[in-house]
């Protein structure tokens, strides 16, 4: 186990933190201010990298595939709310999480057949082609650091517009009691909309930056999507603050966990043993980290809903 | 387990306190509530009466300070073991089972003390003890011939004495009553006082209530909680007549 | 004691069982007569259809029993199934085909599993839960996944449905089939007593108004913890029947995607109704096979079908025939 070896993994573990926390960013916000559950979440993820292959196709240009694929996806999110979600707001979860999850049966298939079942591939944009050296021996991708670099800007600026904003300020107040932010006038599904508008560009964009380094593939959001439950159960339904802390650490668990376990298993037990039973503990540790977050604390590590 | 005799309080809070957030809700309440004794809490809206029962009853934890029930420290204990101990409480804003009948909304409350709840066979609507136990609290409440009827379908008068009805079935050392008279009318509000001067006595209850006149006509003592301060304790005569209670509270309850 | 009686329950009672049961009894006695239609009119299929139906059942009443009577919104049902199927399969792996063995160690391992889980999801509320019952159920589904002397991602093939006490009872397709008969029945007679019992009313007053059950003297949590684990070993039982209805086990058994079509059954049946278990696994697994007979990609019309049940049929078939039931009356 060599230190650059580790070190690779740490990036990988921040690149993977750091998109899960733009898609779990959106799903804790929904799901603080609205209360609403949107297991279509991962699809919004699925249909931003669709639409940046399917822009790229038309105008050959990675940036303004970007930017068209990232309207796009805000008008087919908004389309949905206006469809389907808005009437699903006052409704229990259990209609919430049927509704929703007809609309991933939908999209999954929707896009097989649109572009086919087979895997689509998106070229990384040139300037930021190949690898660069970090130090002596350590080589890492140019395009991962790119999207590291992206969502934690993309991190700061939502702290800063949270935080110091009056439309941040309302969505946390939202998150907190928004019947009471109703109450005292805010137009309420404006914020909604906003809320969810935001949310959904975010899931967008992640899909987007990703598309250049993984196949595009119908129900690729679906597993990122639970881990992105995962991380905003154990940051705290409603906080963004612990959505990024939880998406940071799930990132790193799970990498370094898939990529060491066998090692450090073999350190415990013979390499047979190891091997048989490495990979199999490495997906389950997010999930006993995620048990022992909660039986601690039931509401997660930030929750916003004081009691 | 020490012998009670009757000096012994039923229920003792020593400094009470709770906040929400840097607002002070419960501010150092000690208070000792007499076995058999009917005993008011009143206080204008906003002082704490609601949260301090809600301490009382298990559902919210004080930030600090005791609850003796029984003379057993029941500080920690979750509202069902308090339940199981004794304590029975109505609820201001109604809580009771719409999709039952009343009927069963009061069984259920007998079924909670008549042995283990984990039987998985044999329709708990048939058990004729349980029944009979329920029935006999929906009479004491008065609204007997109501029995069958599903409970959301009952008018807020009815649903008010449900909650007694619920209370009484659990045979309560103490009960809590958090504003039982509210939003009804002057007959039924007669009938509710009626009720609870035959129970006084037999069981020790502690009332949060406004209305005035069901307060000096059933309380043995009255407490006066303003602003989550405990302001005093005494019988009627003298709250009625102290100076710091009238001009805080009483001066517009009374004409 | 005052004129009203305790008499009239009774009578209402009578009634509203005779009513109850009439449902239940038709769709036993269709899944009953199934076989003889299938020799009748020459389409043997429909035996493997019926089963598959039935053992789906299991876990869909089971899966009710949570949803509809305890109000705990589970979305990793399928986790149980795969467990129980895999508990046959390992076993079978390892030279054990005894049904005397392998049932009881699925339905174990089902409820040992919602035990461990069930402690930590159920100190959750509300939407929490419904998450960590998924990202549990993904858990399980990864570790399948990861068990490569098991046939990992491909799955397991079973060398031969399994034998009670010895003799190869269940062998031939028709006696699986009455078999899952009689495990459905039992299933379901089961659950069905358990609604009306001590236990089964605590629940669903639980589910209704939780602050109330406490207050009365129920601490709801625990038993909301037995109901679950209950619900798995029936979804256990559910998984060693569908190992020995397709001789395989795969990791797909306890998909996510699994467990979101279990829950859709509950919804498309009715929910709370026990009998909407029945009805939505066969209305479900019928639209499947008639929609994907149409398109390969059969989903993009289910998907709006569910929106739309969601919104504007919201008690599934039963809440539907309810509502046709008081038109009729009403003409």
Not at chain 3, 302 to 327: D, K
Request: charged content about 15%.
């Amino acid at each position: 186990m060599s230190t650059t070896l580790f070190l690779v993994q740490i990036l990988n573990g921040l690149q993977l933190g750091v998109l899960l926390f733009l898609i779990a960013a959106g799903l804790t916000l929904v799901f603080g201010v609205m209360d609403f559950i949107n297991l279509a979440h991962g699809v919004q993820y699925m249909l931003g990298a669709y639409l940046a292959v399917a822009f790229y196709g038309l105008v050959g240009n990675f940036f303004f595939a970007l930017v068209l694929a990232l309207a796009a996806s805000l008008l087919f999110g908004l389309l949905l709310e206006f469809l389907v979600f808005r009437h699903l707001y006052d409704r229990d979860h259990l209609d919430q999480v049927i509704a929703t999850f007809g609309i991933i049966l939908f999209l999954n298939h929707a896009v097989r057949v649109v572009w086919g079942a087979a895997p689509l591939t998106l070229p990384v944009p040139e300037f930021f082609t190949g690898s660069i050296v970090l130090m002596s021996g350590l080589l890492y991708p140019v395009w991962r650091l790119v999207i590291i670099a992206s969502g934690l800007a993309i991190a700061a600026g939502l702290y800063v517009l949270v935080t110091y904003t009056r439309i941040g300020m309302l969505v946390r107040a939202g998150a907190t009691n928004a019947r009471m932010v109703s109450a005292l006038g805010v137009n309420i599904e404006r914020l909604f909309m906003i809320v969810f508008g935001f949310g959904t560009m975010l899931a967008g964009f992640a899909g987007i930056m990703i598309a250049p380094i993984i196949s595009v593939e119908p129900g690729m959001g679906d597993n990122i999507l639970i881990l992105a439950f995962v991380v905003i159960v154990i940051g705290g339904i409603g906080s963004i603050r612990g959505a990024f802390i939880a998406a940071l650490l799930i990132g790193l668990v799970d990498t370094l966990g898939r990529s060491f376990s066998v090692d450090i298993l073999r350190l415990l037990m013979g390499p047979s043993p190891a091997r048989m039973t490495g990979p199999a503990i490495a997906s389950m540790l997010i999930y006993v980290l995620m048990a022992v977050v909660l039986y601690v604390r039931p509401a997660g590590l930030f929750p916003t809903r004081g009691r | 387990m020490l012998e009670r005799t009757s000096s012994d309080p039923v229920l003792r809070l020593e400094g009470l306190r709770k906040n929400f957030g840097s607002l002070t809700v419960t501010d150092d309440v000690t208070l000792d509530i007499m076995p058999g004794e009917m005993h008011a809490i009143i206080g204008p809206n906003g002082a704490g009466k609601t949260t301090l029962i809600n301490q009382i009853s298990g559902i919210i934890p004080p930030d600090g300070g005791r609850i003796v029930f029984g003379g057993n420290d029941v500080t920690a204990l979750p509202p069902d073991a308090r339940a199981l101990s004794g304590l029975a409480r109505s609820f201001q804003i109604t809580s009771i089972l719409p999709g039952f009948s009343v009927l069963e909304n009061v069984a259920l409350a007998v079924q909670a003390r008549d042995g283990s709840s984990f039987r998985f066979f044999g329709r708990a609507a048939d058990e004729t003890v349980l029944n009979a136990e329920a029935m006999t609290a929906l009479e004491q409440a008065g609204i007997a011939e109501r029995a069958h009827a599903r409970a959301g379908e009952l008018s807020h008068g009815e649903k008010r004495a449900l909650e007694l009805a619920i209370a009484l079935a659990m045979k309560p050392v103490l009960l809590l009553l958090d504003e039982p008279m509210a939003g009804i009318g002057r007959e039924e509000t007669e009938r509710q006082v009626e009720l609870l001067l035959r129970l006084k006595g037999q069981v020790t209850m502690v009332l949060v209530e406004h209305d005035m006149a069901a307060v000096f006509a059933l309380a043995d003592r009255i407490s006066v909680l303003i602003r989550g301060r405990l302001l005093m304790t005494g019988n009627p005569a003298d709250v009625r007549a102290d100076p710091q209670v009238v001009a805080a509270y009483l001066g517009e309850q009374l004409e | 004691m005052s004129g009203v009686t305790l008499a009239a329950p009774k009578a209402k009672h009578a009634v509203a069982v005779r009513r109850d049961i009439i449902l239940p009894a038709l769709i036993f006695a269709i899944f009953a007569l199934l076989p003889a239609i299938a020799a009748l009119t020459a389409k043997q299929y429909l035996i493997d259809v019926g089963a598959r139906m039935m053992v789906f059942a299991v876990a869909a009443v089971a899966l009710d029993l949570l949803v509809g009577y305890a109000g705990l919104i589970s979305f990793g049902h399928a986790a149980f199934i795969g467990l129980g199927a895999y508990a046959v399969g390992i076993l079978s792996a390892h030279g054990i085909g005894e049904a005397l063995v392998a049932l009881p160690a699925a339905i174990l391992v089902s409820m040992l599993f919602a035990w461990l889980t069930g402690i930590v999801c159920l100190r959750t509320r509300g939407a929490y839960f419904i998450m960590i019952t998924l990202a549990f159920g993904q858990m399980i589904y990864f570790i399948a996944t990861s068990l490569a002397p098991y046939g990992g991602d491909n799955g397991l093939t079973i060398a031969a449905r399994s034998t009670i006490a010895g003799w190869p009872l269940i062998k031939s397709d028709r006696a699986f089939y009455y078999f899952t008969l009689l495990c459905l029945l039992a299933t379901y007679v089961f659950c069905r007593a358990l609604v009306g019992s001590r236990f089964g009313r605590v629940l669903r007053g639980g589910k209704e108004n939780s602050v109330r059950m406490a207050t009365i003297g129920f601490n709801v949590r625990r038993f909301q913890l037995v109901a679950y684990i209950i619900a798995g070993g029936l979804g256990g039982f559910s998984g060693f029947l569908l190992a020995n209805l397709t001789e395989f086990v795969a990791p797909a058994y306890m998909s996510w995607q699994q467990s979101g079509e279990l829950i859709v059954m509950v919804i498309l049946g009715g929910v709370g109704t026990l009998d909407g278990g029945l009805l939505g696994s066969a209305a479900y697994l019928i639209a499947e096979e008639w929609l994907s007979g149409i398109t390969e990609n059969w989903k993009v019309i289910f998907g709006p079908v569910l929106v739309l049940v969601v919104l504007f049929a919201r008690g599934g078939l039963i809440g539907l025939g309810s509502w046709l039931r008081r038109r009729v009356a009403h003409a």
